[in-house]
Structure formats: C-alpha cells, structure tokens
T-cell receptor, first 113, second 115 residues
Framework: AQTVTQSQPEMSVQEAETVTLSCTYD???????LFWYKQPPSRQMILVIR??????QNATENRFSVNFQKAAKSFSLKISDSQLGDTAMYFC??????????FGAGTILRVKS | EAGVAQSPRYKIIEKRQSVAFWCNPI?????LYWYQQILGQGPKLLIQFQNNGVVDDSQLPKDRFSAERLKGVDSTLKIQPAKLEDSAVYLC?????????????FGSGTQLSVL
C-alpha cells in the first residue's frame, strides 16, 4: 500500500518570506500523481498544485512551486512571498491511476506578520 | 459555479445514536467521495461513487456506516449506531471525471462529536 509522510507537524514563516514543506511517499509504481491540498480554518480543502510523475518539469502555480525528486520519492512544496492567507493545514497526497487518493497527516503552516 | 454543499456543519450526539450527513456535489460531477478526517490525521476515503454506483467502499465500516447516492446527484452518509471513535470531520468531495488523478472539489465538512 502507498504511504505518504509529512515529517513537519508545524511550521512558521514571516510574511513575505519563503517556506518549504516536506513530503515523502512510498510506492513501487512508475506512473502516479502527487498533490498538495490546503485546508484553511473553514475546513474546505483546496487544490494548490498537481504533479504528474512522468513529467520531469516541476509544477508551478503563481507563488507555489514543487521540488519533485522521483528517485528520492520526495515532493516538497515551496511557498514564496508568504501571505497571511496562506495560514492553513497543508496535505500532501498520492494516487496512481484508478486508485484512491492517499493523504499525509498534514503540516500546519502559520504565517506571522 | 456553486461549490460542494454539505450539511449540517456541526453535529453533537451521544454514543449509540444515529446521525446522517448530506452532500450536494457540483452540478455535472460524475464522481462523489466521502472522507473521514480524524483530528491530527489526513482524510481517509470511506466511499467513492461514480454516478449512483459504488466504486470503492473498502474502508467503510459497513456494520455501522451506510451511504447512498440516489439518482447520481446528492448523497447521504449515515452512522448507526455511533461510537466515540467516530468523532471526526466528514468531508464530501466531487470531481468531474472518473479518476482520482483529477482535481477534487471539497465541501466544508460536517464536524461530528460523539459523547
């Protein structure tokens, strides 16, 4: 079974600075998909970024980018120019085609002014 | 477009009571998911529907949990009888297509407290 590990239970960052959230996963598959979802206090989870394993280029979405290291099974999220609205729980998730989405335990990110 | 609607937002019950949650997905979305999120953990899939058929219910405790998606639109999740360990946030999500590699749209969840 696939597992997703987020080793940082909590992180803090100053407004306008950069922070990196870590995620590792375990799989024997070659083709799969990785995601970062954000869950603010409202509880509504929102997709931040998506990476397809067969693509070597790291995905980017405005201030959010990933460092996808397939051989190391690592998928970190970098948030640049952090904003107060980025304060949330961040979940890393994995799926292979046709299988359920597996989430990590999450990292609480606090952006301080 | 309207998002995924869930109700109620909060529910408090005593153990052994019954409870039901409702979800209305985004219009036109074929796939609907129910997740259980226990405090301090990531969401865990309980059941996945494609239209009104069940795709995956392997992690649904079928002795006490049941779910249905009538007419392939809205869905209800029921717990009967509830246990203390069922205290969690129950999230509903939907997606346009049939595969989990697509973007999921989530509702705001129902926070259940079992006393």
């Amino acid at each position: 079974a696939q597992t997703v590990t987020q080793s940082q239970p909590e992180m803090s960052v100053q407004e306008a600075e950069t922070v990196t959230l870590s995620c590792t996963y375990d799989t024997s598959e070659n083709n799969y998909y990785l995601f970062w979802y954000k869950q603010p206090p409202s509880r509504q989870m929102i997709l931040v970024i998506r990476q397809e394993a067969y693509k070597q280029q790291n995905a980017t979405e405005n201030r959010f980018s990933v460092n996808f290291q397939k051989a190391a099974k690592s998928f970190s999220l970098k948030i640049s120019d952090s904003q107060l609205g980025d304060t949330a729980m961040y979940f890393c998730a994995f799926t292979k085609y046709g299988n359920k989405l597996v989430f990590g335990a999450g990292t609480i990110l606090r952006v301080k002014s | 477009e309207a998002g995924v609607a869930q109700s109620p937002r909060y529910k408090i019950i005593e153990k052994r009571q019954s409870v039901a949650f409702w979800c209305n997905p985004i219009s036109g979305h074929a796939t609907l998911y129910w997740y259980q999120q226990i405090l301090g953990q990531g969401p865990k899939l309980l059941i996945q529907f494609q239209n009104n058929g069940v795709v995956d219910d392997s992690q649904l405790p079928k002795d006490r949990f049941s779910a249905e998606r009538l007419k392939g639109v809205d869905s209800t999740l029921k717990i009967q009888p509830a246990k203390l360990e069922d205290s969690a946030v129950y999230l509903c999500a939907s997606s346009l297509g049939r595969t989990t590699n697509e973007k999921l749209f989530f509702g705001s969840g129902t926070q259940l407290s079992v006393l």
